[in-house]
């Protein structure tokens, strides 16, 4: 149904499933492999309409080969648009290291998390202090601090995991959206480590000067974020296409299935929670260096939930929703600025229609999509491309 | 000692409100298997409407009435044009719809109502009575309890010796068998949502004037501590919401008074965890054969 790596799939049947291509990006993701079926027609087969066709070649390779095109389109877009913009271009590059993490979790493997945005806060507070305990002057002091902040989230993210494997539907949300209030009242708990309400700022070292003495700080984090969506999206389209994939579908769709199967199903949902926790400990770290500041209010339940929303737009079906997700997070807010500014309403009004027109409209798209078109904004494309694609095909015969 | 007195009191008092908004959560969840996260947004709504009327009037009573009124309203259409449609959905979709609901409901409540907080007055004195030295319960949290309790005699009457009460709980049980023996099982859902309407609605009316003031999110932490009230008594069972919000007010009120007031949300956090990972389907369930 959805093509995961955003290759149009034309070049073998699908279904044509070939045991040395599974293999090689398995070892080539480098996960810990579960114990997955010994029946592998029974896990194909649950995977059903969501699992990606089949294709020859070795998989990391080839989607290594479209990262590093689309790198270097990007840095060249980067010198191209306003700083503004750079900075944009930024935050959709963090939203991309939480979104496909996010989509694996609840659209691949079907858990609910609305507590992912306190997952973003570990990560965030953590790069805050160790850049604080380091000085913050050098490029590595940023590297290990952001790394810090990944392992910090992947640990939080591993003990709500394991909670959460024994937990279903609207029991799992509820105790991750509890997980999600609870940030502000860390904070101001321990306030005098998180500096409570304020927050805390932190230094960071500038551009390095051998990219030019006038590097714009923005480009430069623009590189810095979407250096970590291009990792992210890398090893995340791999690890879906791999046995792990499957087996997170197989859980997905049927859990008593998947443990005939002999799939160690909980072991698989913690490890899915483990996996979408590290994206979303990056993506937070990133947010952090994008601000150079973090504070409660950054990252309480708000956040949580439009993380939810941009993935349900965007479509679960694929990783590709998590691009589109993006684009709607960081485009809404400057769209409804411009949606007031072109009616050109009385100061009070336009002051009420501020900050809360785009959430009306993020609601009302929300209840929308989901009672009429489940499959996002990826689903619609796919389709509108594949009906293109048809025309195309059936007009010369 | 005194202390002690007075924070079970007051914690008691919180937890009858929770224990009225856990009891809205669980009678959506009988009748269609919904966890309605959009509680705390529609209650809001209705105590924005008692706010208008009461000023508009000046009478605090028929503010309450018309928060009644727009209640029942409220879950009736929101359970015709929308929760009907996820009924039969993965429980992701009727969750995302229901935050749908909340970011919608709190904007338009920003548009009319500013984001500012506003003040809502009590209509009794919420100055707590002393007796023979100990501080007691002020008349505002008798009228809470009041009004719970019977809340609680009318919601047990209604399902124990009413037809209507016997049809919904059929609906809720075995909807098949129901639709078979003439209910009108979507009726009986557009009910059960009106009843939930309407029992948040005065949750939120009891909670809102006391501390928190008159703002869209006013109600989401209180969303937190009744689910959590809910799944101590297990989401099934309304006596066990009461127990559970109980339970939970008593809790935090010692929380809060012990330890501090910023720590509550986290010993929400922490008395939710323990009771979902030792006891998932509450601390009152009875063993059940599952069903798969």
Known sequence: ?397 | MDRFVFLTLDGLSKGAVYAAFALALVLIWRGTRVVNFAQGAMAVATVYVAYSVSNATDSYWLGFAAAIIAAALLGAVIEVVVARRVHDAPPLNAIVVAIGLVLLLQAVLGMIYTNEYLAFAAPFSERALTAGGLTLLSPYDLFVFAVVTVLLVLLTLLFTRTPLGLRMRASAFAPEVSRLLGVDVARMRTLGWVLAAVVGSLAGLLVIPTELGLHPTAMDDIFVAAFTAAVVGGLDSPAGAVIGGLIVGVLLSYVGGYIRSDATPLAVLALLVVVLLVRPGGLFAVPQARRV
Do not use: K
């Open chain 1, 1 to 397: 149904m959805v093509d995961t790596n955003g290759v149009p799939s034309s070049a073998t049947a699908p279904g044509d499933a070939d045991s040395t291509e599974n293999t090689a990006s398995a070892e080539n993701t480098e996960t810990p492999r579960p114990a997955a079926s010994t029946v592998p027609g029974l896990v194909r087969r649950a995977g059903g309409a969501g699992a990606p066709p089949v294709r020859r070649g070795n998989t990391l390779l080839r989607h290594l080969l479209i990262a590093v095109v689309i790198g270097v389109v990007v840095v060249i877009a980067t010198y191209q648009i306003t700083p503004f913009r750079n900075y944009q271009l930024a935050t959709i590059g963090a939203y991309l290291c939480v979104l496909p993490g996010l989509i694996l979790l609840t659209g691949f493997n079907g858990q609910i998390s609305l507590g992912h945005g306190a997952l973003m806060a570990c990560g965030a507070y953590t790069v805050a202090l160790v850049q604080d305990a380091l000085g913050g002057e050098a490029q590595w002091h940023l590297l290990v601090s952001v790394l810090s902040g990944v392992a910090t989230a992947t640990v939080l993210g591993a003990v709500i995991g394991v909670a959460a494997a024994r937990l279903h539907g609207p029991y799992l949300a509820g105790a991750t959206l509890a997980v999600a209030a609870s940030v502000p009242a860390v904070t101001t708990t321990f306030d005098g480590l998180f500096g409570g309400d304020a927050g805390l700022s932190f230094a960071m070292a500038p551009a390095p000067e051998s990219l030019g003495l006038y590097f714009p700080f923005e480009r430069w984090q623009a590189w810095l974020a979407l250096l970590g969506a291009g990792v992210t999206m890398l090893l995340l389209t791999n690890l879906v296409r791999s046995r792990f994939g499957r087996t997170l579908r197989a859980v997905r769709d049927d859990e008593v299935a998947a443990s005939l199967a002999g799939i160690h199903v909980a072991r698989v949902q913690v490890l899915a929670f483990v996996v979408s926790a590290a994206g979303a400990g990056l993506g937070g770290a990133l947010f952090a260096v994008l601000a150079q500041s973090v504070s409660p209010g950054a990252y309480g339940l708000t956040l949580s939930l439009n993380l939810m929303l941009a993935i349900v737009l965007g479509g679960l079906g694929g990783l590709r929703g998590a691009l589109w997700g993006a684009i709607v997070l960081v485009a809404l807010q400057p769209l409804a600025d411009a949606a007031t500014r072109g009616f050109s309403f009385s100061p009070e009004v336009q002051q009420r229609l501020d900050g809360t027109l785009p959430l009306a409209v993020f609601g009302l798209a929300l209840i929308v999509v989901m009672t009429t078109a489940p499959g996002g904004i990826d689903g619609l494309v796919s389709r509108a491309t594949r009906r293109l694609g048809q025309l195309g095909r059936r007009s010369p015969r």
